[in-house]
């Protein structure tokens, strides 16, 4: 549903210019505490993780917006009428989000250092002409961006040089 979102966007931006965002959303590697073991629903710690992040970023987000997989690992987001600069601003209430309420319950064990899940995000702002796999392929580039040199980061598409 995301690329269609996108899509329709696209065709809104040809007949009135209007910005809009696409988000990659991908939890960093972590290790649960063990008192995130399997539920008996034989739900894993990650498995629980991931959907806690799906909820949360269903709540932190407007109705007008949308939120999708786009692998089985990274969230697809679909900002209408949303710049990359007010992008990156929900993009940091997501993650202060997941400092508080539910999230403190999730420790992550990194270098004996207990603290919760970081997310890196990559961020692209719709260019005029771009396809809906395009916009993908920077987003793509600005996620590996975003591993490559250090994770736990929001990289804007547009700052890279491509």
């Not at 649960?32 to 799906?54: E, F, I, R, Y």
């Not at 939120?67 to 969230?75: D, L, N, Q, Y």
């Not at 970081?118 to 993908?136: C, D, F, H, N, P």
Request: charged fraction near 25%.
């Amino acid at each position: 549903g995301c690329m269609e979102f996108i899509d329709q966007l696209r065709e809104r931006n040809a007949r009135k210019v209007e910005a809009f965002c696409a988000v990659l959303v991908e939890l960093d590697p972590w290790v649960a505490d063990a008192s995130l073991a399997a539920d008996a629903k034989g739900l894993s710690a990650h498995d629980k993780v991931q959907l806690m992040l799906s909820d949360l970023l269903s709540t932190e987000l407007r109705a007008v917006d949308r939120v999708g997989r786009h692998t089985p690992e990274t969230f697809l987001l679909v900002l209408a009428d949303t710049t990359s600069i007010q992008t990156v601003w929900v993009l940091h209430r997501i993650r202060e989000s997941m400092h508080y309420g539910q999230w403190s319950a999730v420790r992550t064990k990194a270098a004996g250092v207990s603290k919760t899940p970081t997310l890196t995000m990559s961020v692209a702002q719709y260019r005029a002409g771009e396809t809906a796999e395009q916009m993908l392929l920077r987003l793509e580039a600005a996620l590996q961006h975003g591993h490559a040199t250090g994770r736990d980061q929001i990289v804007i598409a547009e700052d890279l040089k491509h």
